[in-house]
């Protein structure tokens, strides 16, 4: 991947175009989304949040034509405020055919993320990096999620690294995450034995899987 600040320029040259309009943006966006998809990807992730807030307002073509102009690259600080699920909502709410995943639990708003996975059919939960960030707050979120929201819309577990052996180490704290909540379930006899071992591998496997 190019570097966030250089992206129309290796846009420019991978492709060997000039982007000069909003237009010449989305004809080399969508040949590049075409060959994507014909490799087998199936979501889109959006890094946004680094730049600006999540909130994206619905626009013109023309009025989106000329903010394209006035500096499409050119980011705010990286405040914590704009990665807020809520910044989201007239997303979910417009395109219901669409589905979200959540990210790295919509951390520290985990609460406002269970609150969307339990109210909208299009929006799932996805702990990839929580359990890194801070495996007690994964620990509270999941147990949570098991509460409010049904469990085959949660992924319990996604590497978010580059690296085999932090994946590996990654895993190995999801894996005793999950394992405390679930036992915690089963102590306070929410949750039988044979159910919480079917959560587990819904939400380590057979969800993951299916979202893929």
């Excluded at 520290?108 to 299009?122: D, I």
Aim: glycine share 6%; proline share 4%; aromatic share 12%.
């Amino acid at each position: 991947m190019p570097p966030e600040s250089d992206i129309v320029g290796w846009l420019e040259e991978t492709y060997a175009v000039k982007i000069r309009s909003l237009s010449d943006w989305l004809e080399v966006f969508e040949r590049e989304l075409d060959e994507n998809l014909a490799n087998g990807i199936i979501g889109l992730k959006s890094v946004n949040a680094y730049q600006r807030p999540i909130r994206f307002e619905e626009v013109s073509f023309k009025d989106a034509a000329i903010v394209f102009h006035a500096g499409l690259l050119e980011g705010n600080r990286r405040m914590l405020s704009n990665s807020n699920p809520e910044l989201l909502e007239n997303l979910f709410l417009k395109y219901p055919g669409v589905k979200f995943d959540l990210f790295h639990i919509g951390y520290p708003y985990w609460g406002v993320t269970a609150a969307f996975a339990k109210t909208y059919t299009n929006v799932f939960i996805d702990m990839c990096w929580s359990h890194i960030i801070s495996p007690v707050s994964a620990r509270n979120a999941l147990s949570d999620f098991l509460d409010a929201v049904p469990f085959n819309k949660i992924s319990g577990f996604g590497g978010e690294y580059a690296i085999v052996d932090a994946i590996y180490g990654h895993l190995k704290i999801a894996r005793e995450n999950i394992a405390r909540v679930l036992e915690e379930k089963i102590s306070e006899k929410t949750v039988k034995l044979l159910q919480a071992m079917m959560i587990a591998e819904r939400i380590l496997h057979n969800n993951p899987k299916k979202s893929s």
